[in-house]
């Protein structure tokens, strides 16, 4: 059986994945799915998206794997250097996200060389210009190639793909300075720990919002075909 995933299909179907696990994941943790101990222990375990290693950063994983591939195949298939630094920087985010590897190495050179002297989580300081630089050259690779290839549609996708990204950090530096969040409370009606769980979640949540754009924009100029036997 082969399923030809086009860029229309990705971006519905695994925008509903997305929009299941944060749904699921609040009903959850409000007890508004069930208040069975058993149910919450597998909940905690594997659903629960604001910790890692389980099915939400499996799937978050999976996005960013499948966007490294196709912009692999569009390498093999141009030969344009361009593709192939998007296919190796996508895979390594699907990684890094799976493995947390700018939380370790972010704690690592914090502790090393920061000392307290930044306000939020520190491997911000450390991956942000890399992600910075690094993605923006990518984001103009992307965008040239959609030109070319007539797909204005692809570009407001990468933008909007991009932009959640950037709203996800966002979201992340300000939960890291750590401040009372009363506002915040008050609006929600909601205490503290109530309160960083939904907006780790939001955040989750919009970040991979933003794989599943940035990966339907790139499939558009090359679908990936699935066989199953």
Not at 39 to 45: A, Q, S, T
Not at 100 to 126: C, M, N, P, R, T
Request: glycine share 6%.
């Amino acid at each position: 059986m082969e399923f030809n995933l086009t860029a229309r299909k990705s971006l519905w179907l695994f925008s509903l994945i997305a929009l299941g696990f944060y749904l699921l994941d609040l009903a959850s943790y409000f007890d508004y799915v069930s208040t069975n101990k058993y149910f919450y222990e597998f909940y905690d375990e594997y659903l629960n998206i604001t910790y890692e290693t389980n099915l939400p950063t499996f799937f978050s994983f999976f996005i960013n794997l499948l966007t490294g591939l196709t912009a692999y195949l569009l390498y093999k298939e141009e030969r344009k250097w361009g593709w192939l630094a998007a296919a190796i920087f996508f895979t390594y985010i699907g990684l890094d996200d799976a493995l947390q590897i700018h939380e370790y190495l972010g704690s690592y050179f914090g502790d090393a060389f920061l000392k307290g002297g930044f306000v939020s989580y520190y491997w911000q300081v450390f991956f942000d210009p890399f992600f910075a630089v690094v993605g923006g050259l990518i984001f103009l690779f992307l965008v040239w190639q959609f030109k070319e290839a007539g797909c204005r549609w692809c570009i407001v996708l990468l933008f909007f793909g991009y932009l959640f990204y950037a709203i996800a950090v966002g979201l992340d530096y300000y939960e890291g300075l750590d401040t009372d969040l009363s506002w915040l409370m008050d609006l929600l009606r909601m205490k503290h720990k109530m309160v960083i769980h939904v907006m780790r979640a939001t955040e989750e949540y919009i970040e991979m919002a933003g794989a599943v754009m940035i990966l339907s924009s790139i499939l558009h100029l090359h679908p990936v075909k699935i066989s199953v036997r």
